[in-house]
């Protein structure tokens, strides 16, 4: 079984900076891809941030420039960085992942941790 937990969420100023973190566990063979999604209260969950296992990454519109998603191999840890933050990146982040195990490919979501930006 594969577990995602994330931490960093707070509460910052506009202009600000918060760095998540995502730590995996479990038994892995392999990742396909890892990334961040967003939910704000009475909207839709959103996709942020993607890192492909071979290192790519992507990045929705509203956070390309801002944002910058990386992973530590040795750490077993998926970061998302976030600079010049709005107040509209308030939201619930959550970190997924897509890896290959034992039993075949698996999704796996982390509980969310909470970004407030205040203006």
């Known amino acids: 079984q594969v577990q995602l937990v994330e931490s960093g969420g707070g509460l910052v100023q506009a202009g600000g900076s918060l760095t998540l973190s995502c730590i995996v566990s479990g038994s892995i063979i392999g990742i396909k891809a890892n990334a961040w999604y967003r939910q704000a209260p009475g909207k839709q969950r959103e996709l942020v941030a993607t890192?492909?296992?071979?290192?790519?990454?992507s990045y929705a519109d509203s956070v390309r420039g801002r944002f910058t998603i990386s992973r530590d191999g040795a750490k077993n840890t998926v970061y998302l960085q976030m600079n010049s933050l709005k107040p509209e990146d308030t939201a619930v982040y959550y970190c997924?992942?897509?890896?290959?195990?034992?039993?075949?490919?698996?999704?796996?979501w982390g509980q969310g941790t909470q970004v407030i930006v205040t203006s």
């Open positions: 997924n992942g897509n890896y290959w195990t034992g039993r075949g490919e698996v999704t796996t």
């Open positions: 890192i492909i296992g071979g290192g790519g990454t």
